[in-house]
């Protein structure tokens, strides 16, 4: 669903959301569309389980989980860092994972970055048996194809279509399916100098770009100025935002409007890519630091 955002911006630029949080309530945005063909693929191939990775609240590792309940299949989460092992019923998104049925093996920070490394995989398979392989994020080119139907033909009239980045299959599937002569930008949510080249692993497009400094001290980061830009937004448009990757999207778009990177007229396509679950981990981390609470959270 393509929802406009009525903001009075200048130069008489126009800025829809594509409402892609709202395909399914616990396997939203570009989670759904990573998910969607790697699962047929684990059931075409029979697999018994499905493996992947994340952090203490990944989108990825909840909406994994909520597939798996969906779809029947066995789910193992293997989780950065050890000290989680005793607080998964204080984190959020581990809890809900818990109570969708996934399996948890913690591993510290050292063997997490052995992840995509066969004699680490190995390991895995001996303790776990068989399973079907997820990336962290969900990134392959299974993934990429189902983000390539993010974009459809009602999208053709824009002039730029606008999405976060954190592994980039979503930008190189929106890439991908882009009309020609609109341009993707894409806003990382981390500093990456191996990003551009990863995603040009993923598509033989060339119709992208990245603009950083919207990162806001890296991944899973944030500040009193994006809290407010997130409870401003949502009081003015009724849109929740996320804190880890559309938040920071919106941000840079509204900011690059304002500086005059956009031509007069533009019509922007900005993908919101789902993660409202991270919301209630994000405002217990705030709380901690007396820092102002994201208010979008009872209503999303």
């Known amino acids: 669903m393509n929802q406009q955002v009525h903001l ?5 630029i126009k800025l829809t959301i594509k409402r892609e949080d709202l395909l399914h309530p616990h396997i939203s945005g570009n989670k759904f569309r990573k998910l969607k063909y ?6 075409k191939l029979g697999c018994p389980a499905l493996l992947t990775f994340g952090g203490a609240y990944s989108n990825h590792i909840a909406a994994t989980a909520a597939a798996g309940k969906q779809y029947g299949i066995p789910v193992i989460g293997i989780i950065r860092g ?21 399996r948890f093996k913690f591993v510290t920070r050292e063997a997490y970055r052995q992840k995509n490394e066969a004699a680490f995989i190995e390991q895995l398979k001996a303790e776990f048996g ?30 730029h279509i606008c999405c976060a980045v954190g592994t980039g299959g979503t930008i190189a599937g929106i890439a991908n399916a882009a009309h020609a002569g609109q341009q993707v930008l894409g806003f990382p949510a981390l500093k990456s100098e191996a990003l551009a080249a990863d995603i040009s692993k993923l598509t033989q497009k060339h119709n992208w770009q990245l603009k ?4 806001f001290g ?15 937004f949502f009081e003015k448009t009724a849109i929740p935002l996320d804190p880890v990757y559309t938040s920071k999207m919106v941000f840079g778009v509204i900011d690059m409007v304002y500086k005059g990177y956009f031509a007069e007229n533009a019509s922007i396509l900005a993908i919101h890519t789902g993660g409202l679950q991270g919301i209630a981990g994000m405002n217990n981390m705030l709380l901690k630091k007396k820092l102002p609470i994201i208010k979008t959270l009872d209503k999303c």
């Open 38 to 43: 790697n699962i047929l693929q684990a059931q």
């Open 130 to 159: 068989s399973f079907y392989l997820l990336p962290e994020g969900g990134t392959n080119l299974l993934a990429v194809k189902g983000c390539e139907e993010i974009v459809t033909d009602e999208d053709n009239a824009f002039t």
């Open 8 to 12: 009075p911006l200048p130069y008489n």
């Open 82 to 102: 050890e000290e989680l092992v005793n607080k998964v019923d204080d984190n959020p998104t581990l809890s809900f994972a818990k109570e969708r049925g996934m």
């Open 212 to 215: 950083t400094g919207y990162e």
């Open 218 to 232: 890296g991944y899973g980061k944030i500040n009193e100025e994006l809290v407010r830009f997130i409870n401003d």
